[in-house]
């Protein structure tokens, strides 16, 4: 891997790792369209430069974290689910990234995004702050998250699809999702670093470095860009979005 490729992953991780669209999918697909070989040390590398992203949450969002220590539970609440379930199928999880999967997944999330936002119209939201979330609410996003595992799926398209189904806003449910991508990749990224520690070397640290700066920057980007977009934007956009990649991706697979 070079450094350009290190750069450009990480701009990849960090603009998708908060839109409904799958960052560990494109970020697979990426990989494939570079000819990078998944091996051990290009998925922790992946799975690394994921912290960049995170770090943009805390740099947003700390100071409300910090002030609110019952978002805080609720937020403990929702990742107890695929904190459980993600620890006892990891190898199983680790077994189903390959590319045409994603495809596939990318393609039925885009047709649940469209069909989630055609119930919304019948069902407005109940929830408009993210700090008025419920922790039955917090529970159940959490348990929508496990889909996620599936690679293809998004963490954030599902959390935010859950948030939605259980009344909360738009901008209610991308904030919740934003917030539980901290304890739930903070705990996947170290677990998979203590399980392939020693697949790296010293000669990855510089990319591994290029990576999590740039996932950093565009995360920040990303982040705010989505909370002006859901203010006046549904996510139909993103659910054709996904049809529309998975359908280009398997036409370029096959």
């Not at 220590?69 to 609440?77: D, F, G, H, N, Q």
């Not at 799926?153 to 919740?176: D, N, Q, W, Y």
């Not at 999702?177 to 739930?184: G, I, K, R």
């Not at 920040?220 to 049809?243: A, C, D, E, N, P």
Request: charged share 10%.
């Amino acid at each position: 891997m070079t450094f350009l490729d290190a750069f450009v992953l990480g701009v990849v991780e960090g603009l998708s790792e908060f839109l409904p669209i799958s960052s560990t999918g494109h970020l697979i697909l990426a990989s494939a369209l570079m000819k990078l070989q998944q091996t051990d040390g290009h998925k922790v590398f992946e799975v690394t430069i994921q912290l960049g992203a995170m770090l943009a949450v805390l740099f947003i969002y700390c100071k409300r974290l910090v002030a609110n220590p019952e978002l805080l539970k609720k937020l403990a609440v929702a990742f107890l689910p695929t904190g459980t379930i993600g620890f006892l199928l990891y190898k199983l999880v680790k077994s189903l990234f390959v590319p045409s999967l994603v495809s596939y997944m990318l393609i039925l999330g885009g047709v649940a995004f469209i069909l989630i936002e055609w119930f919304l119209k019948r069902h407005p939201a109940s929830v408009e702050e993210v700090q008025n979330i419920s922790y039955g609410q917090a529970f159940l996003i959490g348990l929508v998250q496990c889909l996620s595992m599936v690679p293809g799926v998004s963490r954030s398209g599902a959390t935010i699809m859950g948030g939605l189904l259980c009344g909360l806003s738009r901008t209610a449910a991308a904030e919740f999702s934003f917030l539980l991508a901290l304890p739930t990749m903070l705990a996947a990224t170290a677990y998979d670093i203590y399980k392939n520690h020693a697949v790296f070397q010293a000669s990855d640290l510089q990319n591994i470095a290029v990576g999590f700066v740039t996932s950093f920057i565009f995360a920040v980007i990303s982040i705010k860009w989505l909370l002006r977009f859901v203010t006046s934007h549904t996510f139909v956009s993103f659910g054709i979005y996904r049809i529309a990649v998975g359908v280009l991706f398997l036409l370029f697979l096959f």
